[in-house]
């Protein structure tokens, strides 16, 4: 997850958004360091739809070998 960046190019806090989005401070903590089993496909929406980004520049795969970013195929 990529919100931590996003957050900064866009000069936002965590905190807009948890009060924007009604999330927990807790739950989105955990977002942003990559610390949860599941995200829900609702809360992806709302977080491209606040920070006006598409899912790619919100989530990125990161091979867990080679700890590089990889691109979908297309």
Do not use: W
């Not at 599941?38 to 070998?65: H, M, P, Q, W």
């Amino acid at each position: 997850m990529r919100i931590n960046e996003l957050l900064a190019e866009r000069g936002m806090s965590k905190n807009v958004v948890c009060k924007a989005l009604n999330i927990s401070r807790t739950n989105f903590n955990r977002y942003c360091r990559d610390e949860f089993q599941r995200i829900e496909a609702s809360l992806i929406c709302k977080l491209c739809t606040f920070l006006k980004c598409i899912v790619g520049d919100l989530i990125v795969y990161v091979d867990e070998d080679t700890h590089e970013l990889k691109s979908p195929e297309i």
